[in-house]
């Protein structure tokens, strides 16, 4: 164990530095976001509980609905990436037969390796909603804290679920990640983070359904804008622990079945 949290420290560090001399893209990153806060702030004053009564369950208010569900839409969004990509720069690199081969396991590597993304995602993810607070005025002092980070828990080990396959679809296709397109962009639009999933026809429902996000950012909102309890969101928290408890194992063995076929195959370095 004291190996692996050494490791594991190493990773950190050594993407910390790799980070710290591009400081000028974290600082371009979190202009994005505030640019995005300001956005979507002028356009909550065009939207009233009495237009949108589907916000009733969320606080009546459009602006601190969509800053949740942005936020944490674009951290899931860096979780379920984060593995894929690291797969991938280590393939253009040239060092992924290198890494793969190591005493480590693949699975605790790749792992390992995207650490400092987690992180980093983290810390854009609690600057973003500071300054809603600070800056914009979000209430969030009926936040029921345990259970939000129950939530945020659950919701982290179901998309390293997805990330860990969408790593092994990228060491078998090399490229064209049809994991991350499906639960990308795509899926948070289809899952209700800019809207409720309410507003939409019956069959993008049904659709939304399918996809974890939606029941992450159901459940985000109501235990962060409204006080609810983990007992209150316990139907979302048990889909998202059934979706993490069958599809973890599945994709850590996938990962690692690909990864045995590529060394077989001597394809681990194609690209």
């Not at 893209?25 to 589907?54: D, K």
């Not at 369950?57 to 459009?62: A, F, L, V």
């Not at 390293?160 to 899926?187: H, N, Q, R, Y």
């Not at 079945?257 to 681990?268: D, F, H, I, M, N």
Request: aromatic letters at 12%; one cysteine or more; charged letters at 10%.
């Amino acid at each position: 164990m004291m190996a692996l949290l050494r490791k594991a420290y190493a990773f950190i560090l050594r993407d910390f530095r790799i980070e710290s001399g591009y400081k000028a893209s974290f600082v371009m990153r979190v202009v994005e976001s505030m640019t995005l806060l300001v956005f979507f702030y002028f356009l909550s004053g065009l939207i009233t509980s009495h237009s949108s009564p589907m916000l009733g369950r969320y606080g009546n208010r459009y602006f601190p609905f969509v800053i949740i569900g942005f936020s944490f839409a674009r951290y899931f969004d860096l979780t379920l990436r984060m593995f894929s990509d690291s797969i991938r720069l280590a393939q253009v690199t040239g060092c992924l037969e290198a890494m793969l081969s190591s005493q480590t396991g693949c699975v605790p590597l790749v792992l390992m390796s995207s650490l400092y993304s987690l992180i980093s995602g983290a810390v854009q993810l609690l600057v973003i909603l500071v300054a809603a607070v600070c800056l914009f005025g979000v209430d969030l002092s009926r936040m029921n804290v345990a259970a939000t980070l129950l939530v945020v828990v659950l919701s982290i080990t179901t998309f390293v679920a997805f990330g860990v396959l969408s790593a092994a679809a990228i060491v078998w296709l090399k490229k064209g990640d049809p994991i991350t397109w499906i639960l990308g962009s795509f899926g948070s639009i289809i899952g209700g983070a800019y809207f409720p999933v309410d507003l939409m026809p019956v069959w993008m429902q049904k659709i939304a359904l399918l996809i974890p996000i939606s029941y992450s950012l159901d459940a985000l909102r109501l235990t962060m804008l409204s006080g609810y309890s983990v007992l209150m969101v316990a139907k979302p928290l048990m889909e998202l622990t059934a979706i993490a408890a069958v599809l973890l194992p599945t994709s850590v063995a996938l990962f690692a079945a690909a990864v045995r076929k590529g060394r077989k195959e001597g394809t681990l370095m194609q690209y």
